[in-house]
């Protein structure tokens, strides 16, 4: 009787234990406490190797602390970069942020890479994707009045490389497609979104493009 006794105060304690880091695990809610400084690093890391501009939301699920923490410790970085004057800096690109290199350097930066071999888009290409930009959503009827040309490799061509998307059918006639810029779009030509577009005189030296 009395090893039944201990055994059932054993098992009892067990459960007791158990029920109480389970209570611990709770009130920590799956968050991560981490210090400002470490938090700012691993979101500079993050930003770094990330392909595409990356959200605070997105580095703070990966890893587990509060998008307003993220938030904050990227702020401080926008800052840190602001005041060093080097040649790089944080910016906000389609709701995702990423380092890139600052404007008063681009023409050396643009030097650079003509020099190396790329997949540059045609002056029709080009010119079709900047009347798509400035004038979205458009058909393609629309797009050949007015450039006086026809465009269809050139349309082929950028959905191919993924610059513009299909925005659904006019409800006009015949009900066209209608095409738009894409997130790539704003990601290749280094835009927070599509109020930074660029005067259609950059567009060839932003895109590489050639005749």
Known sequence: MID????????TNEVDFELEISSDSETVEGRRQISDAELKSIAEALIFVAEEPIGAESIADLIDVETDAVEKAISKLVREYDS???GLQLRE????????????HHENVRAYLRSKPSAKLS????????????KQPITIPEILEI???QSP??????????LIVAKGRKETVGRPMMYGTSKE????FGLKDLSELPSIEDFRDLAGGES
């Open 4 to 11: 039944k006794a201990k055994a059932a105060t054993a098992t």
């Open 84 to 86: 060093r004057n080097g």
């Open 93 to 104: 690109i389609a709701g995702g942020w990423q380092i890139a290199t600052r404007p008063e």
């Open 123 to 134: 002056l029709a290409s080009l010119e079709t994707l900047a009347v798509i930009a400035y």
């Open 147 to 149: 450039r006086g040309v």
């Open 153 to 162: 490799s050139a349309i082929k061509t950028l959905l191919d490389k993924r």
């Open 185 to 188: 779009f704003l990601i290749q």
